[in-house]
Protein backbone atom coordinates (compact mmCIF):
# COMPACT_ATOMS: atom_id res chain seq x y z
CA UNK A 1 0.00 0.00 0.00
CA UNK A 2 1.65 3.29 -1.11
CA UNK A 3 1.93 5.53 2.46
CA UNK A 4 3.64 8.14 4.47
CA UNK A 5 4.65 6.77 7.31
CA UNK A 6 5.52 9.09 10.68
CA UNK A 7 6.56 7.96 13.77
CA UNK A 8 5.72 8.79 16.39
CA UNK A 9 2.22 9.49 16.27
CA UNK A 10 2.29 10.71 19.94
CA UNK A 11 4.65 12.33 22.36
CA UNK A 12 4.90 14.39 25.41
CA UNK A 13 8.28 15.45 26.36
CA UNK A 14 10.36 18.26 27.73
CA UNK A 15 11.92 21.06 26.84
CA UNK A 16 15.53 21.26 25.85
CA UNK A 17 15.23 17.55 25.52
CA UNK A 18 16.16 16.46 21.56
CA UNK A 19 13.57 14.60 19.62
CA UNK A 20 13.62 13.27 16.63
CA UNK A 21 10.39 12.34 14.46
CA UNK A 22 10.56 10.26 11.36
CA UNK A 23 8.89 10.32 8.06
CA UNK A 24 9.17 7.42 5.28
CA UNK A 25 7.29 6.98 2.32
CA UNK A 26 7.24 4.20 -0.49
CA UNK A 27 6.27 5.97 -3.66
CA UNK A 28 9.76 6.77 -4.57
CA UNK A 29 8.55 10.33 -4.33
CA UNK A 30 11.24 13.04 -5.23
CA UNK A 31 9.59 15.54 -2.71
CA UNK A 32 9.23 15.48 0.98
CA UNK A 33 7.69 18.17 3.17
CA UNK A 34 7.22 18.86 6.82
CA UNK A 35 4.38 21.15 8.00
CA UNK A 36 2.51 22.03 11.12
CA UNK A 37 -1.13 22.67 11.55
CA UNK A 38 -1.74 24.53 14.73
CA UNK A 39 -5.76 26.12 15.68
CA UNK A 40 -6.45 29.05 13.32
CA UNK A 41 -3.16 29.00 11.67
CA UNK A 42 -3.39 26.14 9.23
CA UNK A 43 -0.73 24.53 7.48
CA UNK A 44 2.75 25.99 7.59
CA UNK A 45 5.29 24.78 5.55
CA UNK A 46 8.60 23.88 8.50
CA UNK A 47 11.16 22.63 5.78
CA UNK A 48 11.11 20.57 2.22
CA UNK A 49 13.63 18.55 -0.34
CA UNK A 50 13.27 18.16 -3.65
CA UNK A 51 15.36 15.15 -3.89
CA UNK A 52 18.09 13.66 -2.05
CA UNK A 53 20.70 16.25 -0.20
CA UNK A 54 18.42 19.02 -1.36
CA UNK A 55 16.78 20.29 1.32
CA UNK A 56 15.17 23.79 1.61
CA UNK A 57 13.53 26.61 4.37
CA UNK A 58 9.86 26.64 4.07
CA UNK A 59 8.25 29.18 6.30
CA UNK A 60 8.66 28.33 10.01
CA UNK A 61 12.11 26.77 9.83
CA UNK A 62 13.17 28.41 13.28
CA UNK A 63 14.11 25.36 15.73
CA UNK A 64 13.97 22.74 13.65
CA UNK A 65 16.71 20.78 11.45
CA UNK A 66 15.87 17.95 8.60
CA UNK A 67 18.41 15.66 6.89
CA UNK A 68 17.50 13.74 3.32
CA UNK A 69 20.39 10.92 3.22
CA UNK A 70 17.97 8.57 1.25
CA UNK A 71 14.72 8.99 -0.88
CA UNK A 72 12.52 7.81 1.25
CA UNK A 73 13.03 9.15 4.49
CA UNK A 74 13.09 12.45 5.72
CA UNK A 75 13.32 13.02 9.52
CA UNK A 76 12.32 16.34 11.25
CA UNK A 77 14.48 16.82 14.18
CA UNK A 78 14.23 19.37 17.32
CA UNK A 79 17.60 20.15 18.87
CA UNK A 80 16.38 21.31 21.55
CA UNK A 81 12.34 21.98 22.09
CA UNK A 82 10.09 24.66 23.49
CA UNK A 83 6.52 24.60 24.31
CA UNK A 84 6.03 27.46 21.45
CA UNK A 85 6.80 23.82 19.13
CA UNK A 86 3.65 22.15 20.56
CA UNK A 87 1.58 21.22 17.81
CA UNK A 88 0.45 18.48 14.90
CA UNK A 89 3.09 18.21 12.77
CA UNK A 90 2.37 16.36 9.32
CA UNK A 91 5.12 15.12 6.29
CA UNK A 92 3.70 15.16 3.15
CA UNK A 93 5.52 13.57 -0.20
CA UNK A 94 5.08 14.16 -4.08
CA UNK A 95 6.38 12.96 -7.59
CA UNK A 96 8.27 14.83 -9.49
CA UNK A 97 8.05 18.60 -9.12
CA UNK A 98 6.89 19.03 -6.13
CA UNK A 99 4.13 21.09 -5.02
CA UNK A 100 2.88 21.11 -8.76
CA UNK A 101 1.43 17.65 -7.82
CA UNK A 102 -0.43 16.84 -5.27
CA UNK A 103 0.57 15.77 -1.85
CA UNK A 104 0.52 12.31 -0.27
CA UNK A 105 0.28 13.28 3.97
CA UNK A 106 1.03 11.03 6.84
CA UNK A 107 -1.27 10.46 9.39
CA UNK A 108 0.56 13.00 11.53
CA UNK A 109 2.57 13.11 14.86
CA UNK A 110 1.12 15.49 17.50
CA UNK A 111 3.86 16.62 19.49
CA UNK A 112 3.37 18.32 23.37
CA UNK A 113 6.43 20.03 24.71
CA UNK A 114 6.55 20.78 28.44
CA UNK B 1 4.90 36.59 -0.69
CA UNK B 2 1.74 34.14 -0.87
CA UNK B 3 -1.07 34.79 0.72
CA UNK B 4 -4.37 32.83 0.42
CA UNK B 5 -7.64 33.61 1.96
CA UNK B 6 -11.04 31.07 2.62
CA UNK B 7 -13.55 31.71 4.89
CA UNK B 8 -13.38 29.88 8.39
CA UNK B 9 -16.80 28.37 8.74
CA UNK B 10 -19.73 27.20 6.69
CA UNK B 11 -22.99 25.49 7.55
CA UNK B 12 -24.99 23.31 5.17
CA UNK B 13 -27.77 20.71 5.10
CA UNK B 14 -27.63 17.74 3.94
CA UNK B 15 -28.40 16.83 0.18
CA UNK B 16 -27.96 20.29 -0.30
CA UNK B 17 -25.26 22.38 -2.67
CA UNK B 18 -21.98 24.97 -1.20
CA UNK B 19 -19.74 26.47 -2.72
CA UNK B 20 -16.01 27.22 -0.67
CA UNK B 21 -14.36 30.08 -1.82
CA UNK B 22 -10.56 30.81 -1.94
CA UNK B 23 -9.05 33.80 -3.63
CA UNK B 24 -4.98 33.79 -3.61
CA UNK B 25 -1.85 35.93 -4.30
CA UNK B 26 1.12 34.42 -5.40
CA UNK B 27 4.44 34.97 -6.55
CA UNK B 28 3.84 32.76 -10.36
CA UNK B 29 1.41 30.59 -10.09
CA UNK B 30 1.23 26.42 -10.86
CA UNK B 31 -1.32 25.60 -9.69
CA UNK B 32 -4.45 25.58 -6.92
CA UNK B 33 -5.53 22.35 -4.74
CA UNK B 34 -7.93 21.55 -2.61
CA UNK B 35 -7.35 18.98 -0.02
CA UNK B 36 -10.09 17.70 2.37
CA UNK B 37 -9.33 16.65 5.74
CA UNK B 38 -11.16 15.13 8.91
CA UNK B 39 -11.04 16.31 12.53
CA UNK B 40 -7.73 14.52 13.78
CA UNK B 41 -6.40 13.02 10.49
CA UNK B 42 -4.16 13.92 7.52
CA UNK B 43 -5.45 16.21 4.41
CA UNK B 44 -6.83 14.13 1.19
CA UNK B 45 -6.34 15.45 -2.12
CA UNK B 46 -9.68 16.14 -3.60
CA UNK B 47 -8.67 18.32 -6.83
CA UNK B 48 -6.25 20.26 -8.86
CA UNK B 49 -6.44 23.68 -11.48
CA UNK B 50 -3.91 24.91 -13.34
CA UNK B 51 -6.56 26.33 -15.92
CA UNK B 52 -8.99 28.43 -15.99
CA UNK B 53 -12.26 26.95 -15.77
CA UNK B 54 -14.17 24.39 -14.25
CA UNK B 55 -12.96 20.83 -13.07
CA UNK B 56 -15.30 17.93 -12.13
CA UNK B 57 -15.03 14.82 -10.35
CA UNK B 58 -18.20 13.15 -8.95
CA UNK B 59 -20.05 15.51 -6.48
CA UNK B 60 -17.36 17.82 -6.06
CA UNK B 61 -16.09 20.29 -8.84
CA UNK B 62 -13.44 23.16 -8.74
CA UNK B 63 -13.12 26.51 -10.70
CA UNK B 64 -10.23 28.79 -11.34
CA UNK B 65 -9.74 32.26 -12.19
CA UNK B 66 -6.22 33.08 -12.98
CA UNK B 67 -7.36 36.47 -13.77
CA UNK B 68 -9.22 37.36 -10.30
CA UNK B 69 -6.99 35.17 -8.54
CA UNK B 70 -10.30 33.11 -6.86
CA UNK B 71 -11.14 29.22 -7.25
CA UNK B 72 -14.30 27.60 -5.39
CA UNK B 73 -14.93 24.23 -4.49
CA UNK B 74 -18.45 22.87 -4.84
CA UNK B 75 -19.55 20.45 -3.05
CA UNK B 76 -23.35 18.74 -4.30
CA UNK B 77 -25.92 16.65 -2.67
CA UNK B 78 -23.77 17.07 0.50
CA UNK B 79 -23.66 13.93 2.75
CA UNK B 80 -22.87 14.12 6.63
CA UNK B 81 -19.61 12.47 5.90
CA UNK B 82 -18.78 15.77 4.40
CA UNK B 83 -18.63 17.24 7.47
CA UNK B 84 -14.67 18.70 7.31
CA UNK B 85 -12.37 20.75 7.21
CA UNK B 86 -11.28 21.96 3.04
CA UNK B 87 -8.13 23.60 2.76
CA UNK B 88 -6.84 25.76 -0.62
CA UNK B 89 -2.97 25.26 -1.89
CA UNK B 90 -1.62 27.67 -4.30
CA UNK B 91 1.90 26.18 -6.09
CA UNK B 92 4.03 29.68 -6.87
CA UNK B 93 7.14 30.24 -9.06
CA UNK B 94 9.28 27.90 -6.40
CA UNK B 95 8.09 24.38 -6.92
CA UNK B 96 9.03 23.40 -3.06
CA UNK B 97 7.13 26.46 -1.51
CA UNK B 98 3.19 25.36 -0.48
CA UNK B 99 1.13 27.80 0.80
CA UNK B 100 -2.22 26.61 2.72
CA UNK B 101 -5.10 28.83 3.13
CA UNK B 102 -5.90 28.01 7.33
CA UNK B 103 -9.15 26.38 6.04
CA UNK B 104 -12.67 26.14 6.17
CA UNK B 105 -14.55 24.00 8.27
CA UNK B 106 -18.03 22.48 6.67
CA UNK B 107 -20.52 21.74 8.99
CA UNK B 108 -23.48 19.43 7.75
CA UNK B 109 -26.85 19.29 9.18
CA UNK B 110 -29.55 16.86 8.51
Known amino acids: EAQVTQNPRYLITVTGKKLTVTCSQNMNHEYMSWYRQDPGLGLRQIYY???????DKGDVPEGYKVSRKEKRNFPLILESPSPNQTSLYFC?????????????FGDGTRLSIL | GQNIDQPTEMTATEGAIVQINCTYQ??????LFWYQQHAGEAPTFLSYNVLDGLEEKGRFSSFLSRSKGYSYLLLKELQMKDSASYLC???????????FGDGTTLTVKP
Open chain 1, 92 to 104: ASSPGTGVRQPQH
Open chain 2, 89 to 99: AAAGTNAGKST
Open chain 2, 26 to 31: TSGFNG
Open chain 1, 49 to 55: SMNVEVT
